[in-house]
């Protein structure tokens, strides 16, 4: 299967910026789309930015232009880069990758954003 370790988050001011990483392992080969999704809490996990093997990507309406996903195929690494951050982006940051088994979840990394 695979593995994905998130890392990057942590507590930042409002207008602040940081960058989330995650790493993917074991049967990577199998990968097609990579993505971030986020959960606030008492919400649904909602999709944040997505990223296909060959870089088109996807974005919610409330990062766009404010989130860049990025990925690094030869590192088998997704980024995201977050900047103007509001309060509004506090949640847990889930990293995801898609097989033809099926979606694969990282156990997140938590953002916290105060104004």
């Known amino acids: 299967q695979v593995q994905l370790v998130e890392s990057g988050g942590g507590l930042v001011q409002a207008g602040g910026s940081l960058r989330l990483s995650c790493v993917a392992s074991?049967?990577?080969?199998?990968?097609?789309?990579m993505g971030w999704y986020r959960q606030a809490p008492g919400k649904q996990r909602e999709p944040v930015a997505t990223?296909?093997?060959?870089?088109?990507?996807t974005y919610a309406d409330s990062v766009k232009g404010r989130f860049t996903i990025s990925r690094d195929n030869a590192k088998n690494t997704v980024y995201l880069q977050m900047t103007s951050l509001n309060a509004e982006d506090t949640a847990v940051y889930y990293c995801?990758?898609?097989?033809?088994?099926?979606?694969?979840w990282g156990r997140g990394t938590q953002v916290t954003v105060s104004s």
């Open positions: 990223i296909s093997y060959t870089g088109s990507t």
């Open positions: 995801n990758a898609e097989t033809i088994l099926g979606p694969h």
């Open positions: 074991g049967r990577t080969w199998r990968i097609n789309n």
